[in-house]
């Protein structure tokens, strides 16, 4: 299986702050690489696929970068809705595995 | 609507047999596979394994294969996860998923979820 290395865990922020969450493979799966939003309670929601591609109706205030092994999820600027845990995944090879997740909260 | 509507939360014993379900509508069915993801309490998403309605081919992840059944019932709409003999480990969130291309989930990922089905096991 493909090993993934989601980090931080968790960190704080404010509103209107940037935020950066990477995630490491442990080999190379191209672009192959979705981000997903989860609130308490509901089940996840795809921000980003393909690494880059921002799914209808998600805010541009998420973006995503990367390639082989080394991917970033980037939130410019901090909403209060978006206060959640973020999981990358990859496709690359079944079966797809998760990122253990970074949860976002308020500072 | 598009949307997966799944069966709701419930509670069994250990060794009991159990089986959830997974209605789809709003699109065709059979064109798109439907994956399943557990979700531990307070832990993150495992991909289970993924099943193509349109003829029942599975793919199963190697952490569940033996473990559990996907099946589908495509005249009902209906996808199928089952233990037949439930252990308390099994306690978790359970969801299908839809990928977002239709006829292959190969290279990509879920954007449609259902609401999750809550299973626990306790004596």
């Known amino acids: 299986d493909i090993q993934m290395a989601q980090s931080p865990s968790s960190l704080s922020a404010s509103v209107g702050d940037r935020v950066t969450i990477t995630c490491r493979t442990s080999?190379?799966?191209?672009?192959?690489l979705n981000w997903y939003q989860q609130k308490p309670g509901k089940a996840p929601k795809l921000l980003i696929s393909?690494?880059?591609s921002l799914q209808s109706g998600v805010p541009s205030r998420f973006s995503g970068s990367g390639s082989g092994t080394d991917f970033t999820l980037t939130i410019s600027s901090l909403q209060p809705e978006d206060f959640a845990t973020y999981y990358c995944?990859?496709?690359?090879?079944?079966?797809?595995?998760f990122g253990q997740g970074t949860k976002v909260e308020i500072k | 609507e598009v949307q997966l509507v799944q069966s709701g939360a419930e509670v069994k014993k250990p060794g009991e047999s159990l089986k959830i379900s997974c209605k789809g509508s709003g699109y065709s069915f059979t064109s798109y596979w439907i994956g399943w993801v557990r979700q531990m309490p307070g832990k993150g998403l495992e991909w289970m394994g993924i099943i193509f309605p349109g003829d029942s081919e599975t793919r199963y992840s190697p952490s569940f294969r033996g473990q559990v059944t996907m099946s589908a019932d495509k005249s009902i709409r209906t996808a199928y996860l089952q233990w037949s003999s439930l252990k308390a480990s099994d306690s978790a969130m359970y969801y299908c998923a839809r990928p977002y291309r239709s006829g292959s989930y190969e290279r990509g990922g879920f954007d449609l979820w259902g609401q999750g089905t809550m299973v626990t096991v306790s004596s």
């Open positions: 080999q190379s799966i191209a672009s192959y």
């Open positions: 393909v690494a880059s």
């Open positions: 995944q990859q496709s690359y090879n079944t079966p797809w595995t």
